[in-house]
């Protein structure tokens, strides 16, 4: 602990100080342990090898049924595209990154060490801003950008031939938003609460609700992140987006992650240790 905890004298703003040594220690926390290297191969194993699933085994398994199920459904691309984005971005990455992140806050307020940092010379939105940028780096290149890029390959292998680039990065960059919105509500909950179950619970069911209530609470669509795992999937594959509705649920979740990040840094300015 005493090698992840050294702090190092560092010239920074004053409303940053400390900002440098937290950055170091939350990316050791992902860098310097088995965590990085686990997270990197589950992830890849697990959205590719879904994708792969779909592209590759359930059109023999149709074909051989006799069955048109998966050329009325558009495809093994369009269903290949549908299981990164809308399944695995929209749904399992999302579950994964709660998961993980749901210990950036509370984990070291339990343990007495948020209160012993905080004794040094140390601004609290740093510390807040410091969990933020190393997590955020550990999940865009562990649960996106290496899971995107196997999945990519995966695509291009099954269509034989390489994949428009654009039109798929411009969808990865969709995903990376919806992503970064459960980030910053998950590390706001943990500065609100003192319990695990309200941190998981909450975005876990604003996530769940997106998914099988979204048909009813269709109003919602144009201020929360439930439709940007299918606008990501329609960008990639270079079809309209659904409703034509593009920017405004864009706009709002930017505007969401820039409110529970700004949430985040008042409470924990406020908080008591």
Known sequence: MDANLELKRVKEWGWMRGFANLYRKESRAWWSTKRWWING????????GW???????????????????????????????????????????AVGLIVLCQDLIIGEKQSGLTEWLLANPVQRKA????????????????LIVLPGAAAYGVLSLATGGPLALQPFLEGMGILVLHSLFYLTLTL??????GSRSAI????????????????????????????????????????????????PPLLA???????????ALIKFERSEF
Do not use: R
């Open 188 to 193: 706001m909950l943990g500065t609100f609460f």
């Open 127 to 142: 510390y807040v801003l410091a969990k933020l940028c190393a997590s955020l780096v550990a999940i865009l290149l562990l």
């Open 41 to 48: 191969l589950l992830w890849t194993v697990l959205v590719a």
């Open 200 to 247: 998981l619970g909450i975005p876990l069911g604003i996530l769940l609700t997106g998914m099988f209530f979204s048909g009813i609470l269709k109003p919602l669509l144009y201020v929360s992140p439930w439709l940007l795992p299918q606008l990501a999937e329609a960008v990639a594959g270079g079809v309209p987006v659904p409703g034509g509705l593009l920017w």
């Open 253 to 263: 979740t930017g505007l969401w992650c820039l409110v529970f990040t700004c949430a």
């Open 51 to 93: 994708v792969a699933v779909w592209v590759f085994i359930m059109p023999s398994l149709y074909a051989a049924a006799g069955s048109t199920v998966m050329t009325d459904l558009g495809g093994p691309l369009v269903m290949g595209l549908k299981m990164l984005f809308t399944i695995a971005g929209g749904m399992l990455i």
